[in-house]
């Protein structure tokens, strides 16, 4: 960019700059979302909690999918 354009949108440099901070948090929330180690714990934690009463059958199935789907990079609510 020119100087001129540099001195022009020198007022939103705030903006960009937290634009910028947004879109490095979200691409780093979704990296972990979607980490094989990360899907897996919760798989452990899922069924430790169906074999000690915790959730029904249902809730397992239901919370499983979502993580499989989490593996699979697809969206589990469509």
Known sequence: MGLISELLLLPAAPLRGTAWVLRQVRDEAERQYR?????????????????????????????????LARLENRNPWT
């Open 35 to 67: 980490d094989p180690a990360t899907v897996q714990r919760e798989l452990r934690e899922l069924e430790r909690a169906l074999l000690a009463g915790e959730i029904d059958e249902a809730e397992f199935d239901r919370r499983e999918d979502e993580l």
